[in-house]
């Protein structure tokens, strides 16, 4: 074996949840815990490893609404106040934990965290980190994918070609707003593959996607190199395969992020704590969450009751399972070229970036880890996705099976009983706003704020989030709302235009609670001549 290399993928995205009339509100949290727990902790291992002159390679696809919650300067301004109480509480804590030195000093650890996060963000990104994603990736160590402008199943929309359309440019649009380099890649949502989508990708210019291990191995006819090298669609379109296997080994339970001395997330303060403790932090009323202030891990003493999380014995966990995880990878990736006679060969871990640091508190750290570790040993190499396009030729032409990474591997989760209920709605305003960008093709002034405002609004009921969270008893309620929100704006538009009346209070009110994509084009969704 002469070349194998290790591709690491994050999917950045997050719920729009920009409520500009409601601060505190539970939902908003979730985005600032994201903000603290992943991102800074991601930028500050890169810019370690960059400091360190370590090649670090990284792919990531940043949802186009994530993008412009992290722009928004509303939404930035609310979470610098957020890491204020934070940091004022942190403070008031470490008086609380004084005759308990164990805690003292984990308290000790995660206020100096966000301290540190707020000079990062304040002082260092000037409130804007994608600028920072933006030089990491021009300077060749990161690959930022496009993908749809909502994270829409686009499967179910393949019969509404317009739909599709649609998303594609204007998460174009939003990519070129925030980031400069062109995009070789596209992320589909949840991998969610279904064939002909290759001749969609290839006309915008994009050279290959990513699906799930089953898409490949299930494919017509299934590719030689299995998942070890990126197979080439009828068009001549690339798609490469999540490893699930090394995937599962990383994130399901009894894999490397599930030890017992690892920080316990859940584990919050902000679900134990009473509400008069708790309100310089958030008013209970509106839900408890996440504060960021975690004392245990997950293990139990001799009485049951859980330890107190201890840093050094998790780092030193760290170190342990890094090695064993890159020589758990080389030996596969050998086994994988000598049946390919010494092809080079590439395994490919996609994962949620909220796994890396919400959910496994560790895990930016081992990435980081991880990234000095094969530096040091040259059998393995990070790479990127586009650089691996050419290091294997692929004569055979195959087409992926019908897939996404989602649990059951295909559509249960975004298309059963619990949501089922949202498509007739969403499938209906597809269709009348096809129809009425056939029908006002040069509109400008109010009319067109009005179209761009209902083709905003469309997108955005597109998104899976609501219909994810319609699957969980603790999101539906919220799902139902934002859903119902977007629809409800849709027909007031639609039925506006209908009627040649609109209520500019009502327009300048909605543009300013969902200011999303200011430069949509509603016209995105006129049929192909």
């Given at each position: ?23 505190g ?55 610098v ?93 939003i ?31 994009f ?9 490949l ?12 090298s ?23 339970s ?15 303060i ?60 080389l ?32 895990g ?19 790479s ?52 009425l ?13 009005a ?66 994509f ?5 016209r ?6």
């Open positions: 074996m002469h070349d194998a290399s290790l591709i690491f993928v994050l999917d950045a995205q997050l719920p729009f949840v920009r409520h500009p009339e409601e601060p509100r539970m939902e908003e949290s979730g985005y600032f815990t994201a903000l603290s727990e992943t991102y800074l902790p991601l930028l500050r291992s890169c810019t370690a490893l960059e400091t360190g002159g370590i090649p670090f390679k990284l792919a990531i696809a940043f949802s186009p609404l994530l993008c412009e919650m992290l722009a928004d300067p509303l939404l930035q301004q609310r979470y106040d957020f890491l204020d109480r934070t940091i004022a509480f942190g403070e008031t804590e470490l008086d609380r934990k004084d005759s308990d030195p164990e805690r003292r000093a984990v308290v000790e650890r995660q206020l100096k965290r966000q301290k540190t996060n707020r000079h990062e963000f304040v002082e260092i990104y000037e409130k804007n980190i994608l600028k920072k994603f933006d030089y990491f990736a021009t300077h060749g160590y990161m690959e930022i994918l496009a993908t749809t402008a909502t994270p829409c199943f686009l499967p179910l929309y393949v019969d509404i070609p317009e739909a599709i359309n649609a998303q594609i440019e204007t998460g174009l649009i990519y070129r707003k925030h980031f400069t380099s062109v995009p070789a890649g596209f992320w589909l949502p949840a991998m969610a593959w279904k064939d002909g989508l290759e001749k969609v990708l290839k006309s915008y210019g050279m290959y996607t990513l699906v799930d291990s089953h898409a191995l299930f494919a017509d006819p299934p590719p030689k190199t299995g998942i070890f990126p197979a080439v669609c009828e068009n001549g379109f690339s798609v490469f395969a999540r490893d699930t296997l090394a995937c599962a080994a990383l994130a399901e009894g894999g490397i992020a599930d030890r017992d001395v690892y920080l316990d997330v859940e584990h919050d902000g679900f134990e704590y009473d509400e008069e403790l708790l309100s310089a932090l958030f008013s209970v009323e509106l839900g408890r969450r996440k504060t960021g202030y975690c004392y245990h891990s997950r293990r139990k003493t001799g009485e049951g009751e859980p330890a107190v999380y201890r840093v050094d014995e998790a780092e030193a966990c760290l170190d342990d399972v890094v090695s064993s995880f890159v020589h758990d990878r030996a596969v990736l050998k086994k994988a070229s000598k049946a390919l006679d010494d092809a080079p060969v590439t395994d490919v871990l996609a994962l949620p970036a909220s796994f890396f640091g919400q959910e496994w508190h560790e930016v750290l081992w990435f980081e880890k991880l990234a000095r570790y094969v530096a040091e040993n040259g059998d393995l190499s990070l990127l996705p586009f650089s691996r396009l050419s290091a294997q030729e692929n004569e055979r032409i195959n087409t992926p099976y019908y897939s996404s990474w989602l649990p059951g591997g295909y559509a249960e989760e975004v298309l059963n009983s619990s949501n089922d209920w949202m498509y007739p709605f969403v499938r209906k305003a597809t269709l009348r706003m096809i129809d960008a056939e029908r006002f093709p040069d509109d400008d002034s109010l009319k067109e704020r179209l761009n405002m209902a083709a905003r609004e469309l997108l955005l009921s597109q998104s899976m989030d609501w219909f994810l969270m319609m699957n969980r008893q603790d999101q539906g309620s919220y799902a139902r709302e934002r859903f119902e929100d977007s629809i409800r704006s849709f027909t007031v538009v639609y039925e506006s235009l209908g009627s040649n009346f609109i209520s500019t209070e009502w327009l300048t009110r909605t543009e300013k609670r969902d200011n999303f200011p430069e949509i084009n509603y995105v969704y006129s049929k192909r001549k």
